[in-house]
């Protein structure tokens, strides 16, 4: 009977001593993800400006096609009218 109490006394130590191990990789495991998480954060916060400013190129450009655009109407209409 005293062989058991030991074997089980030595399970609860083996045991004890990997599930703490454990612990362990998982905590490191979460705070690997927590850092992953935070520079995925940081990398959105970069591709939101840059898609920003591209935006606001994109608009820029837009108006001065429509400013070309009437430019060119304005000329064919001169054009037009001198024939």
């Known amino acids: 009977m005293k062989y058991l ?3 089980f006394a030595v399970f609860l130590l083996i045991y004890g001593c990997s599930s703490s191990q454990g612990d ?5 495991d979460l705070q690997n993800m927590k850092r992953s ?10 591709l939101d400006k840059s898609l920003d400013s591209l935006n606001s190129a994109n608009r820029k450009m837009d108006e001065e096609l429509n400013m070309m655009k ?5 000329l064919n209409r001169n054009i037009q009218e001198s024939k």
């Open 37 to 46: 998480v935070d520079s995925l954060k940081i990398v959105k916060s970069n």
């Open 5 to 7: 109490y030991f074997l």
């Open 24 to 28: 362990e990789k998982r905590n490191r």
């Open 70 to 74: 009437m430019q060119l109407d304005s």
